[in-house]
């Protein structure tokens, strides 16, 4: 069997795998591993402002531009109080976000990668993996590509497997789920042609999410912990449209664009989860792999091209400083967002005796 020396092997080309691979491929021999191709359809399809300034730093921004994202222009809220909150982007002095397309936006970062060097195996996944016998600064991996197995020497490993945490979980690194948040989702259609505006609705079981998709569509979400019997309730979209009539604030919203609900629906793990360790010798781990985010923080994508790209640097000059620096930066990344999403969840105290708020709001 021929063997291929390369030097980081990345499990996983969603954002994260992507974002740290396009940024390290033009200096050293990247590979990544594609299970299954970009869905069309997932949760997390916005990126916050602030990410114009990170795809500038990473030569993508007038690229991304030309991809035609929808601007994410509106925000309406109803947290914390009956009356709505308004955020514009005009207030903001990055500007607006966007909806994205996820599906041509993972794809596009993937062909990025390739121009800029990298290899994209598709229908491929990590067999096996032991520290090389003849270098023990690299891995002696098994991979198997479309079915047939191939060996490869990598002097990293990159777990950019989202929350599966694939690499680091066979490594023996506990991951620590920090709630229980699940969501349930549909997808439609708005029949006015009013774009770029989310809504944010709490309520006694939890809170709602919708924004606007490319093309006049429209995602609605619901979260609320798994062991709650609103979870039940809504895993599919008979109980979800039930509850959502409940909801008059966004229903009333959603009637103003003249909200059709389509066939499409999911239903998937939202909770925050950390692994215990980020790095290790000759291996990193980026993006959900890494620390996923509540979704009610909205950064989501925006962490996983951030900490691929601070992946690859690390990478790029890889020693024991290096993944000190690494490790410490995503520690302050981590406190950060738990201290914001503490807040956040603190400003809502309307049903404080409830299960979801009581597990969320001090009392």
């Known amino acids: 069997m021929t063997k291929l020396k390369i030097d980081a092997l990345v499990l996983g080309a969603g954002p994260a795998g992507s974002a740290f691979a396009l940024n390290l491929a033009p200096f050293q021999r990247v ?5 299954s191709p970009p869905a069309a359809m997932r949760i997390g399809e916005s990126l916050p402002a602030a990410t114009g300034k990170l795809l500038a730093d990473m030569g993508l921004y007038e690229a991304f531009l030309q991809q035609g994202h929808q601007a994410a222009n509106l925000n309406i809220s109803y ?22 397309d996820r599906h041509r936006f993972d794809c596009w970062l993937q062909d990025v990668a390739q121009e800029r060097g990298a290899a994209l195996l598709r229908q491929s996944k990590l067999v096996s993996f032991a520290p090389a016998k003849s ?14 197995p191939v060996q490869v020497e990598t002097r ?20 620590k789920a920090m709630d229980k948040l699940v969501c349930s989702w549909l997808v439609g259609r708005d ?9 944010i609705s709490a309520e006694a079981g939890g809170w709602w999410y919708s924004s606007s998709l490319p093309g006049q569509g429209r995602i609605v979400a619901f979260y609320t912990d798994a062991d709650l019997p609103a979870a039940a309730a809504c895993n599919h979209q008979q109980g979800l449209l039930q509850r959502l009539k409940r909801n008059t604030q966004l229903s009333a919203c959603l009637d103003e664009h003249g909200f059709v609900p389509g066939q499409q629906h999911g239903y998937c793990a939202a909770h925050t ?6 790095a290790g010798p000759n291996w ?6 890494a620390l996923s985010f509540d979704p009610l923080s909205s950064q989501g994508i925006f962490n996983a091209l951030y900490t691929g790209l601070a992946a690859a640097e690390a990478a790029s000059h890889y020693d ?26 603190q400003q809502e105290q309307r049903w404080a005796d409830q299960s979801f708020w009581q597990r969320r709001v001090a009392t």
């Not at 009356?83 to 500007?95: F, H, K, V």
């Not at 024991?320 to 969840?345: F, M, R, T």
């Open 191 to 199: 029949t006015d042609n009013t774009a770029g505006s989310s809504h």
């Open 320 to 345: 024991a400083d290096a993944q000190a620096a690494y490790v410490a930066e995503l520690a302050s990344i981590k406190a950060a967002y738990l201290h914001h999403l503490n807040i956040w969840y």
């Open 79 to 100: 947290w914390g109080s009956d009356m709505a909150t308004e955020q514009d982007a005009m207030r903001n002095l990055d500007g607006h976000g966007w909806y994205l």
């Open 156 to 175: 990293m490993l990159i777990d950019a497997s989202g929350r599966k945490s694939l690499l680091t979980r066979q490594l023996g690194i506990a991951r």
């Open 284 to 289: 990193l781990a980026v993006g959900d792999a």
């Open 273 to 278: 989860a950390a692994l215990e360790q980020f």
């Open 31 to 35: 590979v990544m591993l594609e299970a």
């Open 135 to 148: 270098n023990p600064e690299y891995w002696d991996t098994v991979i198997a590509v479309q079915g047939k």
